[in-house]
């Protein structure tokens, strides 16, 4: 998978999901980051949240990109 960061262009490799729990247990925020074979204090792309927000905009890209199997643009409201 190819994306787009911070210096350009990369082949996406792997990427690691992050939750973050306060005291009582609760998940306060969700991270998700993307890397290429480095890994670095900051990735290329990250993406942070409430474990809510990374879910329904999970489902969202799911949705399109099930939607247009051959081809056609979907934007998403996040």
């Not at 993307?34 to 990374?54: A, C, D, H, K, V």
Request: aromatic share 8%.
């Amino acid at each position: 998978m190819e994306a787009r960061g911070r210096n350009g262009w990369f082949k996406a490799k792997w990427c690691s999901v992050w939750i973050t729990r306060n005291l009582e247990g609760t998940a306060v925020e969700a991270r998700i980051s993307f890397y290429s074979r480095q890994t670095g204090n900051m990735p290329p792309i990250m993406l942070t949240g409430t474990r809510q927000e990374m879910e329904t905009m999970l489902e969202k890209v799911l949705k399109a990109v099930r939607m247009h199997p051959d081809s056609g643009a979907e934007e998403i409201d996040l």
